[in-house]
């Protein structure tokens, strides 16, 4: 099996491909109801942990849809606090050496 090259550029068929993100794994149990004002800084971040389980602190800095979150890491724990109760921990993990981190809902 060669790598081959098309006019178009390079040939991908070759590598695995990487799984669609509503595939990655996800908590096992729904979390619980969005508590915070409709598009503040929390429920944007809420919104995204909610659906995917996981959001980059990149992402959170961008804003989700809305203004700039520029204190993400104090967002963050405050969601960190409201889920504890309900079983959830709210992981935070580096995926590279460029200061990017993961946030990831885990039981």
Known sequence: ??????????DFTAY?????PLAWERPSRPLPPNPY???????????RLARYGRVKNIE???GL???RIMNGTGRTSEIREFLK???FKLHC??????GVYIYEVRP
């Open 1 to 10: 099996m060669g790598v081959t090259v098309t006019q178009i550029g390079f």
């Open 16 to 20: 695995a491909k990487l799984p669609a």
């Open 65 to 67: 849809g809305g203004p």
């Open 85 to 87: 109760p309900y079983g």
């Open 37 to 47: 004002r409709t598009n503040s800084q929390r429920y944007r971040i809420y919104n």
């Open 60 to 62: 959170i800095m961008f």
């Open 93 to 98: 993990y580096p995926i590279n050496n460029d």
